[in-house]
């Protein structure tokens, strides 16, 4: 008979049949545990069949060392006692739902948890599911957590948890990051239980390798992305770097925005400005409301909206706090990030500008009679004003800046102007990169952003191999970032077991990256600070994973097709031809909200579509 994996459907079935059922003594022989536990689930049932799981167990333990022995079943702890002796393993009585009756007493497990030293005279410990620690409301959150780990030792039993499982829903509480789950039962500074029943006990401590932790619009796994909020919580969780996305108002203030389409970071829909939408091919097939559209007055009475990218796994990020906090503008960034004492950095990205020198050029949708105009932002003017302003340029002020852009004639313009640090961002998944593409990045840029798939390339879900595109760049002394990082377990490969921080951990110790840009700085923040690598004899479970090691065990009926190769990044794709200087806006070509009107047919479409959109955002 084969094993198969059931329970959870976002579990593979890619594994089933391949392993055959293992016995208890087989168990012991391959795998050698340190220690074993036993869970007898149905001692009645299987006494009405004339089977004796006490026997079983008493002859077991003449060839296998056993530990520990568990089962929700009061009466055969009674039997396995006076067989197995004092010396025996340590009795675990295990509680099933508080409402569910034990099958031997007809009591509830609610009921027989009121009267712990009764337990204590047949068990040396219990096992409880979580939610009888941490219970939960109904959105999920975490309420205020009982005081059973206190009751249980005073009785003096060990107290185990259940239910940990990397791939299923959480408490909101814990940002999708299984680890901070995890502490939360062992390491929050009240109380600590004695162990945990995982269904992935590879999930991890971490390492104090020195990498830097860059957030992605702040804290935006948690709270509305690029917003005073989302900032300072990024602060307060550990991140090294915050990072500005550059957008510009009408008026020319540049602002952190996610997207320069506002409908895709706030509620402008439900806003008086909701008729301001319009189509810009060179930009996007889809309506939108975009940031130069509106006045940076107009911009700041908008409601920020949180991002939720796996919103088609119906998994959302946290609803309380999904219109929190406030829209800031570059220079306010830029102040909270100087008064600042822990953050080594700024990284303010210009991923939006749509042609050479900052300037950023839209086009009058259909029904317009000018067919093109310009909207005269030199964006590059503008952030070099406002790092004159807040004291960057000056330098007086400790936090270095980097100026990030996935257009080298951007990084070449602002190397021209200004000695602050440049980062090129790759936007392609690479495969290998030229030498002169090197040699070309090198000569304005200090750093480079990757894609993850262009250091571990994937394949239906599964990690296939590793690039040397990493070490290629930092032999020739660029530094490498890698994004993006998500702690939905969804974002992840299967190799990775549905844990943030084992991915984390196989990029900086396997690849050797000098930064991660996550939503979730929390999570990556912590990794840094874990003292496990800092040990001569790291951990088994620290060790990178071997690329493509899980894809070489899977049922061959069921492996992916072969993929492509991924591109060879070259030259050719690092030169930009320079383009003139932006030119200076005139009154006849306003770009405030009032000015771009679909026609009647149009816009009743593009109504029909924000209304849906703006259903989807206030799930």
């Known amino acids: 008979m084969f094993a198969v994996i059931r329970g959870i459907f976002s579990r593979l079935e890619k594994f089933d049949g391949i392993y055959a059922i293992l016995t208890v003594q087989d168990v012991s022989v391959q795998i050698k545990p340190e220690s074993f536990w036993l869970n007898v689930q149905h001692d009645a049932f299987y006494a009405q069949h004339n089977l004796s799981i006490s026997s079983f167990l008493i002859s077991a333990s003449r060839t296998v060392s056993i530990d520990y022995i568990s089962s929700p079943e009061v009466n055969f702890f009674r039997k396995i006692a006076?067989?197995?002796?004092?010396k025996g393993p340590s009795l675990v009585f295990?509680?099933?739902?508080?409402?569910e009756f034990e099958p031997t007493t007809k009591r509830t497990y609610g009921s027989i948890l009121s009267n712990l030293a009764h337990?204590?005279?047949f068990a040396s410990g219990i096992l409880v599911p979580k939610s009888y620690i941490y219970p939960l409301d109904d959105k999920p959150y975490l309420l205020p957590p009982t005081s059973l780990v206190h009751d249980a030792h005073k009785a003096g039993l060990q107290l185990y948890v259940s239910g940990f499982a990397n791939d299923a829903n959480i408490a909101y509480n814990y940002s999708f990051d299984p680890v901070s789950e995890y502490l939360s039962f062992v390491d929050n500074g009240h109380f600590s239980v004695d162990g945990v029943l995982s269904d992935f006990p590879i999930t991890a401590s971490a390492s104090i390798v020195d990498f830097l932790v860059i957030s992605k619009n702040g804290a935006s796994g948690d709270y509305p992305g690029c917003t005073d909020l989302a900032y300072e919580k990024a602060i307060q969780y550990g991140a090294d770097v915050i990072d500005c996305s550059?957008?510009?108002?009408?008026?020319?203030?540049?602002?952190?925005?996610s997207s320069i389409d506002l409908t895709q970071s706030t509620m402008v829909i439900q806003s008086p400005f909701r008729n301001g939408s319009t189509i810009i091919p060179e930009i996007s097939s889809d309506p939108g409301i975009y940031t130069f559209s509106l006045t940076w007055p107009e911009i700041q009475s908008l409601t920020p909206a949180i991002m939720n990218p796996y919103r088609l796994y119906n998994m959302f990020r946290n609803p309380n706090e999904k219109n929190s906090g406030r829209i800031i503008s570059l220079s306010e960034f830029l102040n909270l990030a100087k008064n600042s004492t822990s953050l080594s950095s700024v990284l303010i990205s210009l991923e939006t500008v749509t042609s050479s020198n900052g300037?950023?050029?839209?086009f009058c949708p259909s029904g317009c009679s000018v067919p093109e105009r310009e909207a005269g932002l030199d964006v590059v003017k503008a952030v070099l004003e406002t790092l004159t302003e807040t004291g960057y340029s000056n330098g007086t002020i400790t936090t270095k800046v980097m100026i990030q852009s996935t257009h080298s004639s951007v990084l070449v313009d602002f190397k021209k102007q200004s000695k602050y640090e440049t980062v090129y961002k790759i936007e392609k998944n690479i495969?290998?990169?030229s030498d002169s593409a090197i040699e070309d990045i090198k000569k304005f840029a200090n750093a480079v952003v990757l894609r993850k798939s262009s250091v571990f390339p994937v394949a239906d879900s599964f990690v296939t191999g590793q690039t040397n595109v990493v070490e290629r760049l930092q032999k020739s002394k660029l530094l490498v970032y890698v994004e993006l990082f998500h702690n939905e377990f969804v974002s992840q490969p299967y190799d990775f077991f549905c844990d943030a921080t084992v991915e984390i951990n196989t990029y900086i110790t396997g690849a050797g990256l000098n930064g991660t840009i996550t939503e979730f700085p929390l999570t990556a923040a912590r990794y840094k600070r874990n003292q496990c690598l800092g040990r001569k004899q790291t951990p088994s479970y620290m060790s990178p994973l071997k690329p493509g090691g899980l894809l070489s065990i899977v049922n061959p009926k069921s492996l992916p097709p072969a993929e492509p190769p991924y591109l060879v990044f070259t030259a050719d794709d690092v030169t930009e031809s320079p383009q003139p200087p932006a030119t200076e806006k005139s009154p006849s070509s306003s770009t405030n909200a009032q000015t771009h009107r679909p026609s009647g047919h149009t816009r009743l479409t593009l109504s029909l579509c924000l209304s849906v959109f703006a259903s989807l955002l206030l799930l």
């Open 94 to 99: 295990q509680f099933l739902g508080k409402e």
């Open 359 to 362: 300037q950023i050029t839209f």
């Open 431 to 433: 495969g290998d990169i």
């Open 119 to 121: 337990v204590k005279k």
């Open 246 to 257: 550059v957008q510009m108002s009408s008026e020319g203030t540049p602002f952190c925005s």
């Open 82 to 86: 006076r067989r197995f002796g004092r």
